[in-house]
C-alpha cells in the first residue's frame, strides 16, 4: 500500500481518528488512550499499531509506560493534498455568499435579478390567486365493442 493510501486508510476507522484528535492535545500514554477511548487495551493497541504503521504516530518508552504522540509530517502532507481542494470549495462557498447577500438585499416579493425562477408555475397571480392549471384536453371517447 502506497504512503498516501496508508494514510488515508489509517484515518477511515472512527476511532483512529478519535485518537488522532486526543493526540493533538499532547502525548498520551496507552492506558490514557484507552481511558479516554473507552476502548480495550488491547484494541487501542492495534489501533496504534495502524497509526504508527502508517507513520501517524511515534512512540517512546517511559518506563513502563508507551507514550504517543501525533507526527505532524505526514498530517502536513495530507494537508498539502487537500490545498486544491480547499480552494475550490472556498470558491464555491464565497459564490454562495454573495448570491445570498444579492438575495437578502431584495424585498418579499421583488423579482429577482437572475434569468430564471426555479419554479415559475409555482408562483402566484398579480391578484394574488393561485395560478391556473393547464386542463388536460378530454378523452376521446373509447369504441364501442
Known sequence: MSDDASLWAALADPHRRAIVALLLERPWSVGEIVEACGLSQPGTSKHLRVLRDAGLVRVRQDAQRRVYALDP?????????LTPYRTLWNESLDALGRRLDGDRGRVAGEPSDHAEEPFPHDRKQPNGEAPASKALPPKAPSPKG
Do not use: H, T, V
Not at 509530517?73 to 493534498?81: V, Y
Open 73 to 81: 509530517a505526514p498530517i502536513a502532507a495530507l494537508d498539502a493534498w
